[in-house]
Nanobody, 128 residues
Framework: VQLQASGGGLVQAGASLRLSCAASGFPSGFSFSSYGMGWFRQAPGKEREFVAAIVWAGTRTSYADSVRGRFAISRDNAKNTVDLQMNSLKLEDTAVYYC??????????????????WGQGTLVTVSS
């Protein structure tokens, strides 16, 4: 599975940004809707951290406490895309954002290990 993230850029604090991730190249017998999708981020000098996740049907979402209420994850199974709407951006949201696809258990959607496929990342820089 190939994941292509886009939409990153330089914005001022308080602004909004929408990231998108397009998926392709599914193994035989699988489709985009076979996978749960997640967004993770890694800030300079820090470990990768969970941001948001959405189950295959889009009926359940999960968020890190640091972004809950500001970010929204959504998916379009017809277009094979997953988006991350980021509002009220803060300086501490600066990071490379990665989309990931996998089949994590509901209790493990915030863990990186269950996600088998990862995109290349898109840089989000929030300035004051």
């Amino acid at each position: 599975v190939q994941l292509q993230a886009s939409g990153g850029g330089l914005v001022q604090a308080g602004a909004s940004l929408r990231l998108s991730c397009a998926a392709s190249g599914f193994p035989s017998g699988f489709s985009f809707s076979s996978y749960g999708m997640g967004w993770f981020r890694q800030a300079p000098g820090k470990e990768r951290e969970f941001v948001a996740a959405i189950v295959w049907a889009g009926t359940r979402t999960s968020y890190a406490d640091s972004v809950r209420g500001r970010f929204a994850i959504s998916r379009d199974n017809a277009k094979n895309t997953v988006d991350l709407q980021m509002n009220s951006l803060k300086l501490e949201d600066t990071a490379v954002y990665y989309c990931a696809a996998g089949r994590p258990a509901l209790s493990a959607v915030d863990q990186g290990r269950p996600y088998r496929y990862w995109g290349q990342g898109t840089l989000v820089t929030v300035s004051s």
